[in-house]
């Protein structure tokens, strides 16, 4: 079975690879601009005064504006996930390589628990649009506590994990 899949990818092997490379730029970087230099000086600016109108009405329209921009990101992981695999039986690579398992060490607890907690916080129950049609102001506000909470916390790992992933994988040191 996993023979038949090896010979079936592999003549379309750096095609995947080009596949995969375009969606790791996607994932990495998609949100990138719109979180350093929108999200984060106008959540500090509520943070110093959280009762100014001005900030919350700003605080809100970014946070929004940032679950609807993290769709191009979540649309790239699942085809990292799908082409990772795939380059995975094309090539033969298999955990013996030091280096692939540590990446799948990356990609498993590091990844994609940050990647479902995004998902939620984004687009499903998190979703802070829905919550404001929905009128709960409670809800919202929790939402926007726990979003910007996730996101201090988060970004760090994720600039510092995506970085050696791509560095494992292109240099390959173990
Ligand atoms: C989720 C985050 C991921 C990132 C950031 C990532 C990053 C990369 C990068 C940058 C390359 C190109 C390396 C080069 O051109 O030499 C690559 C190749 C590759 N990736 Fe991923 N990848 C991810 C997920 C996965 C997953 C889930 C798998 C497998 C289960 C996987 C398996 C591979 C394989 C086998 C290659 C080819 C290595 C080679 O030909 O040298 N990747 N990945």
Partial sequence: MIEAAQQL???????????HL????????????????YLVPILREWMKSPRDVDAVRMRNWAMERFDDGAILEHVA??????????????????????WFAMKLVMVVLVFIPIEVM????????????????????????????????????SSPVVIITIPYVIYLVVVKPF
């Fill in 9 to 19: 990818l592999a003549p379309w092997y750096l095609q995947i690879k080009f596949v």
């Fill in 77 to 98: 992981f699942p085809m990292l996930l799908i082409t990772g695999p795939m380059l995975m039986i094309g090539g033969g690579w298999t955990p013996a390589q030091g």
């Fill in 22 to 37: 375009v969606f790791v730029a996607v994932w990495f970087m998609s949100t990138s601009v719109a979180y350093r230099f």
């Fill in 118 to 153: 995004d998902y939620y916080l984004a687009h499903f129950a998190g979703n802070k649009e829905k919550i404001r049609a929905r009128g709960d102001q409670q809800a919202y506000e929790a939402a926007m506590h726990t979003h910007w909470w996730f996101l201090m916390v």
